[in-house]
């Protein structure tokens, strides 16, 4: 599985667009980036997850770079719920294992 | 669906007891997994099952640490002797095979908290 790197923490105003990236230089081609949030002492939750295209769902929008070297996840209007760990994770559907690492600390402040 | 179902939520038992802490999966799905949480290490995945056979248990940190999953609907995490250092938030969790490969949307529960005194 990838390595992926996050900054270990991020602010955002509330309202306003949360851009969370991530970098993963050594994925591999069959390798799904997913993303999973942990607010506070809650088990993980499924965000998204994509392979190359961008996506998007009712929760946000992930962009992949064309060489699916890094991604960025977009909360579009980001709330003080979303305060959360967020995660980056490359996946192999082989393998069945999510192998989550520190995540990005996104504080929403009014 | 009531989603996965752990118990005991919190735990606090003495050093040297048995712990066992148990899960019900989303009906339905093939995989289950067991995780804990530290500070300190963060969420590692200890094993995982598929259609109740173990397919990974590197992650298990020593011999006092065993999993079991009878059947579909019911896995097991024990501890024996429990260690002060086994102090952490033990998350189940289930996905579903989507008959091409395994899907990486888990399904957690709540978690059991444990404090081995």
């Known amino acids: 599985d990838a390595k992926t790197t996050q900054p270990p923490s991020m602010d955002c105003a509330e309202g306003r667009a949360a851009n969370l990236p991530c970098n993963h230089s050594?994925?591999?081609?069959?390798?799904?980036v997913y993303w999973y949030r942990q607010i506070h002492s809650q088990g993980p939750q499924y965000i998204i997850h994509?392979?190359?295209n961008n996506e998007t769902n009712e929760m946000a929008s992930l962009i992949i770079t064309e060489d699916r070297k890094s991604s960025t996840l977009i909360l579009p209007h980001a709330t003080l719920r979303d305060t959360a760990v967020y995660y980056c994770?490359?996946?192999?559907?082989?393998?069945?294992?999510?192998?989550f690492g520190q995540g990005t600390t996104l504080q929403v402040k009014p | 669906d009531a989603g996965v179902i752990q118990s005991p939520r919190h735990e606090v038992t003495e050093m040297g007891q048995e712990v066992t802490l148990r899960c019900k999966p989303i009906?339905?799905?093939?995989?289950l997994f067991w995780y804990r949480q530290t500070m300190m290490r963060g969420l590692e995945l200890l094993i995982y099952?598929?259609?109740?056979?173990?397919?990974?248990d590197s992650g298990m940190p020593e011999d006092r640490f065993s999993a079991k999953m009878p059947n579909a609907s019911f896995s097991t995490l024990k501890i024996q002797p429990s260690e002060p250092r086994d102090s952490a938030v033990y998350f189940c969790?289930?996905?579903?095979?989507?008959?091409?490969?395994?899907?990486?949307?888990?399904?957690f529960g709540e978690g059991s908290r444990l404090t081995v005194l």
């Open positions: 969790a289930s996905s579903l095979w989507t008959g091409v490969e395994n899907t990486g949307e888990l399904f």
């Open positions: 050594t994925i591999s081609g069959n390798e799904y």
């Open positions: 994509g392979l190359k």
């Open positions: 994770i490359g996946f192999l559907g082989n393998t069945g294992k999510l192998i």
């Open positions: 009906s339905g799905h093939d995989y």
């Open positions: 099952f598929n259609n109740n056979v173990p397919i990974d």
